[in-house]
């Protein structure tokens, strides 16, 4: 077995700005400096310190150079510094870049983040008549824009649908499981209300098939995380969560590619992932599985290897998904009841494991062993998807 | 067919590799690309070949659809992104394959939206938004 950068590297500090609809007068600047902060300052380090950094600058980018512009933002000069573009999968795409620069030695603590800006001052959609300005939008625009993605997942669902059968009232549980986990986390943006199968089921379709409890609320956020040499990270405050393995699965750039719509390309990823750390999904004990709609995480559970493809139906019927549950998932309330700020959202899932790892998620801690925990990433339309495994050294 | 003013939903920019398409268009004849080198056939327009195993550069030629083929997804929105689309709602967003295996964005229209099922057969309905641009519309064939 070749040489990997399996356990070189663990996250060691995390920060996180709770999810809210707005957040007036902030720009993405100044909530990625504030997450940043809190990281850094987690893993008892100093600004000096950080030596690499990866920031990304959300899906709305105003130019090139965004280290550079947040170096000096903040007061921090790494000697490492890039980017990553990948969307949705950002955050857990990170972790395996901040492990893999570790292990090469270009630097050791490197700081991972980025943020979403929603001022409220303006209105959410846009107004006006847009051009269509690539040879994608060109051809699927013109036909009626979805509000963000919601129209892609909508269409995959409604093929999942005739393929296999799961309609929202199944549909609906992984909803209910994710909320009743936000409902024990004060940071989680719908903490205070529960929901259940028949809220679900009579919320209103917003691209049908898929109900408006089923999709994932945008929100104003930011997620930051601090990576580390292994053999720095065990004397450090922190229990770390080691890097075991990951990958990023690419398919596609638009939903009209060749290829069944309903396979995710997280199974590619996964497979790789699993053969690096030396795991198969059933020594997985809790999953952060990205979840902007109920589907991604249906079709997500199936090509990862929890449950043979067109199952997750029933599946997550059978099973239960709260943080006390046997098949604890999204244990803070997953994106979809925990709030999406953009790319934040799919890297707070990645703090979140790395809480559960360090028995350090108060109400919501998974009260059964966190050794190994799952997570994914997902950007565009099951287009670039990232697995990615974290360990505490029980599970080394 | 409303002027380019008057009509306010988006409208396609055509480039310099989508030209044919939109030129064909215009006198409602549906096409593609098939590379010459591998004969892989694609959607939407480019210079290069995306066939698995081909580095073709320029070898993509234009070629006429019968028109034909099935709903592969479909969603009803009810939801629209652009305020003029509101006028619309309830509509069909779907993605068609054509007989030919090529695949494309859409509306199904002059049907029920509830009606629209996944493996529908359905021909290509023109819609002349303006005097430059017709946009490939779908659908029931008609039996």
Redesign the interface.
């Known amino acids: 077995m070749k040489d990997t950068m399996r356990g070189a590297a663990a996250i060691v500090g995390i920060g996180e700005l709770k999810p809210e609809r707005t957040r007036p007068g902030r720009d993405a600047m100044s909530l990625l400096a504030e997450a940043a902060y809190l990281a850094i300052q987690d893993a008892g380090l100093t600004k000096a310190d950080i030596d690499g950094m990866i920031l990304e600058e959300g899906m709305t980018p105003t130019g090139s150079g965004y280290n550079t512009k947040m170096g000096e933002y903040m007061g921090i000069f790494p000697t490492f510094a890039t980017g990553c573009d990948a969307q949705g999968a950002a955050g857990v795409t990170m972790a395996l870049q901040a492990a893999a620069y570790i292990n090469a030695g270009l630097c050791d603590y490197v700081l991972c983040g980025m943020s979403a800006a929603i001022d409220g001052s303006r209105p959410r959609?846009?107004?006006g008549?847009?051009?269509?300005?690539t040879?994608?939008s060109?051809?699927?625009?013109?036909?009626?824009?979805?509000?963000?993605a919601?129209?892609w997942y909508?269409?995959?669902?409604?093929?999942y649908e005739?393929l296999y059968g799961a309609t929202v009232e199944k549909r609906a549980k992984i909803s209910v499981d994710l909320r009743y986990n936000a409902n024990h986390n004060p940071m989680a943006i719908w903490h205070d209300v529960p929901i259940t199968v028949d809220d679900v089921v009579k919320s209103?379709?917003?691209?049908?098939?898929l109900h408006l409890l089923e999709c994932v609320m945008p929100c104003a956020g930011a997620c930051a995380f601090i990576v580390t040499r292994a053999d720095i990270a065990r004397g450090m405050r922190h229990k770390p969560a080691y890097v075991l393995g990951g990958a990023n699965g690419v398919s596609r750039g638009?939903?009209?590619?060749?290829g069944e719509?309903t396979i995710s390309p997280v199974g590619r990823a996964a497979r790789k992932a699993f053969a690096m750390a030396g795991y198969g999904p059933s020594d997985v004990q809790v999953m952060e599985i990205y979840d902007s709609f109920t589907i991604t995480v249906m079709c997500e559970l199936e090509e990862s290897g929890f449950c043979p493809k067109g199952t997750a139906g029933d599946w997550v019927q059978d099973h239960d998904l709260t943080f006390k549950g046997d098949k604890p998932l999204n244990t803070h309330g997953g994106q979809l009841s925990y709030g999406q700020a953009s790319t934040a959202g799919g890297c707070a899932q990645v703090t979140e494991a790395v809480r559960q790892i360090r028995r350090d998620a108060g109400e919501h801690q998974v009260p059964g062993p966190t050794d190994l925990i799952y997570v994914t990433g997902s950007g565009g339309t099951f287009s670039q998807q990232s697995a990615l495994l974290l360990a505490s050294d029980a599970a080394l | 067919m409303a002027t380019t003013s008057e009509y306010?939903?988006?409208?396609?920019?055509?480039?310099h590799?989508?030209r044919p398409f939109w030129d064909a268009a215009k006198e409602h004849r549906l096409t593609y690309q098939r590379c010459t080198a591998c004969g892989t056939r694609v959607?939407?327009?480019?210079d290069i070949c995306p066939g698995p195993e081909c580095f073709g550069v320029g070898t993509l030629e234009w070629v006429e659809s019968s028109g034909k083929g099935w709903v592969?997804?479909?969603?009803?929105?009810?939801?629209?992104?652009?305020?003029?689309?509101a006028e619309?709602v309830p509509?069909v967003?779907?993605?068609i394959e054509l007989d030919e295996g090529?695949?494309?964005?859409?509306?199904v229209v002059g049907i029920d939206p509830k009606e629209v099922a996944?493996?529908m057969r359905v021909e290509v309905a023109w819609d002349d938004?303006t005097p430059e641009?017709s946009?490939p519309?779908f659908r029931p064939i008609q039996k």
């Open positions: 959609r846009p107004a008549p847009g051009h269509t300005d040879a994608t060109e051809f699927a625009v013109p036909f009626g824009p979805t509000v963000g919601n129209g909508a269409m995959i669902a409604k093929r005739k209103r379709i917003v691209a049908d098939p638009n939903l009209t590619h060749v719509i | 306010k939903k988006p409208l396609p920019t055509p480039s590799v989508s959607f939407y327009p480019r592969y997804a479909c969603s009803i929105s009810y939801q629209p992104a652009h305020p003029s689309f619309d509509y967003l779907a993605i090529v695949r494309m964005h859409t509306n996944i493996g938004v641009i946009l519309k």
